[in-house]
Every structure is written in C-alpha cells, then in structure tokens.
C-alpha cells in the first residue's frame, strides 16, 4: 500500500500553487497580458548582474571542480565566507561550524523542525502563517498550534502566545517580514516574545526554540530595521534563502544557521546535520554554493517593489478595498468583499484577477496579493478590481 498521508498531499497541492498553475494555463489561452496573476512569490526583479557574471565564470571553468559534491553541510570555506557576511552586519562571531546549506529555506525549515520535533510535540505558528509550515510541522509527527496575530497590527499577540505554551511546546515559528501580510515584528515584540520564551522554557525545564523564517529580511521599505533575531532570544534558530533578495527561487539555496548561543548548540547542529542526512537535503547545489560566495554582500534591488506596492495601493484606495500596508515583504493582506475567501477569489477569477484566498494560512475572510509581478500586470489590473468591486455592490 502508499503512504496515504503522502498521497492526499500529492492529490491536493497548495492554494498558492494551484491558483499559480490555473494561470499558467489561463494565459494559453487568453494571452498573458489579459490575467492579472497575483498568485505566487516569483520575483520579477531579475537576478543581479554579478549572478550572471558568475555563472559565466563557472561554466568556463573545470566542470569537474565546478560540479563536484561539496561536504554535506556545504564547502566550509564558503559557509565561513557566509558567516563572515552575517557578522559584518550583526556584529557576531559565526563561524562555518553553525552554518548548514540548504535547498532554500524551505528544506531549511523542514531539516529544523525534523532536527529537534520528538513524539508528543507541539509547534506554534502564528496565524496567518505561510501554509507549508502545517505539512512540515505533522509530517515530522508533532501537533501544530495556530495563535492569532494581533488584529491592530499583525504582530505577535504575546498574552495569547504564553496562554498557548503547555509542557509540550517545542519551538515557535516566525516570519518577519511575513509572508502574508508584510508586517515586520518590532523590537519590542520581539522582545517581548524572547521573554515569555524564557521564562516558560524555565517552567518546562527544557528550551523553547524560536525558527525564524528569514526569506524576505532584505525587502523593506521606508528605512526599516528588521532586528537580528538570534542577539535577542539565544535559542534561535535561523532559516534563510536568497530566493527573494538576490531573484533566485527556482534554485534553491539557503541555510540553516545554530547560533553558538543555543543550548546545546553542537548537539543540535549534529541533530541538524542528521536531519538532512535523513531527509535527504544533503549538499546543497554545489554551484549555486559557489554563486552565493561571490554575490552574498550584494544589497537586494527593492525600488521596484515599493514602485508596485504603491500603484497597487493607490488602486485598491481607489476602489475602496481594505488592506494591511506592508512594511516589508512583497505581499497585500487584502480583507475579501464577503466571509468566504475562497468564494470571493473564485469571483475573482471571473475578472481574471487570481488573488489567494486565506483559509490556507489559518483564517479566513482575506486573499493574499503577490505584487511581485510586473509593473505594467499591476497597472491593467485596475479595471477588473473595479469590476470585481461592482459585483458586490
């Protein structure tokens, strides 16, 4: 017989990828310029000069060298090079011993949570949250946990946090800039967060470990400060990818980063280790690695995306839509135009807006905006917002 659990997951795809492939398909049709796909998180930014100069660099080079596996954890020169960067800007003292590279940050997330998810466990998320953290989270065995963020501000709702943490509770997962909404969590949230983690890992008699999802750190807007996370809770652990700010996401590279400020940090870099081994996420693509050497101090392009958050918020103003302004990311929270998010992006579709309804990140009533498109997609967009906006009136 099949693995049943893998089965269903294969016959039902993401919300985010469904929609993504219905508009692959719908543009055959109908042309490309006439749906306006909002979809999914693929950045229409292109890669960096310097990727491309690289690669070319590489594909002249000896393919031997170039393509050769590299230790299972990555070429440690260039997991010291990335810890290095990471100290530049942090003022911390990384080596390449912490350091674990990925296939993104997706298998970083899911090498993380397999690294230290023991039978009985719980992991909590904070709704709306990304959807694939459900099927890691329970592939792996534990029970997730779903607290809502805040309704004022989609930060962290620290009180309905520590209500939710029982003797179970493993690890609290975060991701600021979020993915959904584009809240960038404060200092002092997260602050606040690493002192009810504290003290409740006191009261359990074992850590609490925080996963911060760091795919977006670069994307911000108006000056910003997004707080390194690890130099405000020690049991951090960090999982990153260069899919957003260096244009890269069909390759798939990323870390995972065990500060040496966690307890027990060899034993949980060794358990991080051993999860890849067992998942199979073991030498992350050798020549992206050495890609990522080259380009890792490279600053993210975000003026086209503040570009496009804007159009498309003077839009929606326009309309009288209601939404949550980003503070970073490339994602609108929108508020649906009726209860039932799937109903109204199935109404969306009829003007051939493809908007994400909500209920997969864990509440209902929204659709996500993916303004990561291009410039002139947002702009002949606008008629069918106003036309789906009549349909309700």
């Known amino acids: 017989m099949l693995n049943t659990t893998m089965q269903s997951l294969g016959a039902a795809p993401s919300a985010i990828r469904t929609l993504f492939a219905y508009g692959a398909e719908r543009k055959k049709v109908i042309g490309a310029d006439k749906v306006f796909d909002y979809s999914i998180g693929n950045p229409s930014v292109p890669a960096p000069q310097e990727v491309g100069n690289a690669m070319v660099e590489f594909g002249q080079a000896d393919p031997v060298a170039v393509h050769a596996y590299t230790q299972a954890a990555g ?37 993380s949570l397999k690294a230290i998810i023991e039978p009985g466990d719980e992991i909590i998320v904070i709704s709306p949250y990304f959807p694939e953290y459900r099927v890691w989270i329970e592939t792996h065995g534990a029970r997730i946990v779903e607290v809502p963020a805040r309704l004022d501000n989609f930060e962290i709702d620290l009180p309905a946090l520590e209500a939710a943490i029982t003797a179970h509770t493993k690890a609290v ?46 994307l911000v807007y108006g000056g910003r400060e997004v707080p390194w996370v690890p130099s405000i809770y020690d049991n951090t652990i960090v999982c990153y990818s260069w899919s957003k700010c260096l244009s890269l996401p069909g390759e798939r590279i ?50 086209t995306y503040e570009r496009n958050r804007q159009i498309l918020c003077d839009i929606l103003d326009e309309f009288g839509y209601t939404y949550i302004e980003p503070q970073g990311a490339f994602y609108l929270w929108v508020k649906a135009l009726e209860d039932d998010a799937q109903a109204f992006s199935d109404k969306a579709k009829e003007h051939e807006l493809l908007l994400v309804p909500s209920d997969s990140f864990g509440v209902g009533g929204w659709v996500r905006l993916g303004y990561c498109i291009a410039e002139e997609t947002i702009r002949n967009s606008r008629e069918a917002f106003g036309a789906l906006k009549r349909d309700y009136e």
């Open 75 to 111: 070429d440690p020169d260039i997991r010291q090079h990335i810890a290095d960067s990471l100290n530049r800007q942090h003022g911390t003292s990384y080596d390449a011993s912490n350091l674990y590279l990925t296939c993104g940050a997706a298998a970083a997330i899911s090498i």
């Open 173 to 218: 997962i975060i991701n600021t800039p979020n993915n959904p909404v584009g809240v960038v969590y404060s200092l002092e949230n997260l602050q606040g967060l690493a002192s009810v983690l504290t003290r409740k890992s006191e009261q359990n008699g074992r850590p609490i470990f925080l996963i911060s999802d760091e795919p977006y750190r670069e």
């Open 254 to 303: 990323g870390y995972v980063l065990v500060p040496p400020t966690a307890t027990e940090h060899v034993a949980l870099t060794q358990a991080v280790s051993g999860a890849g081994r067992a998942l199979g996420f073991i030498c992350a693509p050798a020549l992206f690695q050495r890609i990522i050497e080259r380009c890792v101090d490279l600053p993210a392009d975000i003026a």
